[in-house]
């Protein structure tokens, strides 16, 4: 078994929560064996992951809140992004490098997230969606 550190932080679905969810992954990753590059690629994807917890999952839905994980071990970091949404179907989501895609306004965070973690999961149950993040060290 994996002996690591973990934390984690809840804030409402507000956009204006979005610094203490960047402060709180910077501060957890600061000691991780990551080059610049990877580091802002974990934040990136972490942020990323909130915004669509705020908008898909909780509809902007201030009473509804966002539960983010942090867990760090010898090998990987693994950040869990926890809703209250329905979820969706991971492989209906169109790749945005398609021609009909290339104008759309979003649909691209999914496929950036892959682009730039080692492992990205979806987990579903009755009590909400959550993006697992993992980024091999």
């Not at 009473?63 to 926890?82: A, H, N, W």
């Given at each position: ?7 984690k ?5 507000e ?29 990136f ?9 705020i ?35 991971p ?40 993006v ?6």
């Amino acid at each position: 078994m994996d002996v690591g550190v973990t934390d984690k932080i809840i804030i409402a679905s507000e956009i204006n929560e979005l610094p203490i969810i960047r402060e709180f992954i910077v501060s957890h990753i600061a000691d991780a064996k990551l080059n610049e590059k990877e580091r802002a690629n974990v934040e990136f994807s972490v942020i990323e992951a909130v915004m669509n917890a705020i908008v898909h999952g909780n509809e902007y839905d201030r009473g509804k809140k966002i539960e983010v994980t942090y867990s760090g071990y010898p090998d990987r970091i693994e950040i869990k992004v926890k809703d209250s949404g329905a979820g969706f179907d991971p492989s209906k989501l169109p790749d945005p490098r398609e021609p009909e895609s290339l104008k759309a306004p979003s649909g691209r965070g999914v496929f950036f997230m892959r682009q730039m973690m080692s492992k990205v999961e979806f987990e579903f149950s009755p009590e909400g969606a959550t993006v697992i993040l993992t980024k091999m060290l």
